[in-house]
């Protein structure tokens, strides 16, 4: 069970005109295309920890990160949670349902204050329909999620190193090399405790390939740190 089942929205307003137009998934529209979706669009703000979406409701809405970073998890039948991805300003969740329709398929919870903005998951296939080249964007961004799904799978049983490694280098296409998260998050990624995060990302940083600092983790040199994923 989520630490916090119940959705803590601070206000509904309408979608401010422009952010939706910097998201990859709706760059190639002209701008009467986007004055129409605007319309639909519905800006939302989540205290931390809240959730905002629970696995198995209906999908009624895809969502877009504004501001802060969000957390999709699993909850297995063993009862052990599993971070699948951290989405970050400029992110997209809740899209898996788009195209089939039906069921969430996992939680999505507020890992800091956030502003998401929404659209109702029928007017987005209207769209969809109308506007081919969101299709287009829509496949390769699923196609991406897909892949960082199965690779979390192949390195379930990796070491801890190698785990933590992984989901830095993920991250990293996600937020860049400065990571707002911290090592306890991190933990909940690579499916450890919090106690060996903190050792093996102490190991890192006398090695130079992070430092870590309160809420952030700066990844110094992503080839190194690719080339120690490879090595190991």
């Known amino acids: 069970m989520l ?8 206000s509904f307003l309408v979608a401010p005109k422009g952010f939706l137009e910097s998201m990859e998934i709706f760059k190639n529209l002209p701008p009467e295309a986007l004055r129409e ?20 409701e209906p999908a009624e809405s895809v969502w877009f990160v504004k ?14 949670c599993q971070t699948l991805c951290m989405v970050g300003a400029k992110g997209m969740f809740g899209s898996c349902c788009a195209l089939g329709g039906g069921r969430y398929s996992c939680h999505v919870v507020a890992e800091t204050d956030v502003t998401v903005v929404s ?6 296939n209207v769209f969809l329909s109308k506007y081919p080249q969101i299709g287009k964007a829509l496949v ?4 991406l999620r897909l892949q960082q799904s199965k690779s979390i799978q192949a390195f ?7 785990r933590i490694l992984h989901a830095l280098k993920q991250l990293v296409g996600e937020f860049g090399t400065t990571i707002p998260l911290t090592r306890k998050e991190i933990a909940e990624m690579a499916g450890t405790t919090v106690e060996t995060s903190i050792r093996t990302f102490s190991r890192l940083e006398k ?18 740190l690719e080339e120690r994923l490879e090595a190991l």
């Open 140 to 143: 390769a961004h699923l196609s």
């Open 119 to 124: 659209l109702p998951m029928g007017e987005f």
């Open 207 to 224: 090695e130079g390939l992070v430092s870590t600092a309160r809420g952030r983790i700066v990844v110094k040199n992503i080839h190194e």
């Open 3 to 10: 630490a916090s089942s119940m959705k803590k929205t601070n």
């Open 37 to 56: 979706i605007e319309k639909s669009a519905v800006e939302k703000k989540y205290a931390r920890q809240s959730t905002i979406v629970l696995e198995g």
């Open 156 to 162: 379930d049983r990796e070491t801890v190193e190698k």
């Open 67 to 80: 501001e802060g970073h969000v957390k999709a998890v699993n909850h297995a039948a063993s009862g052990r």
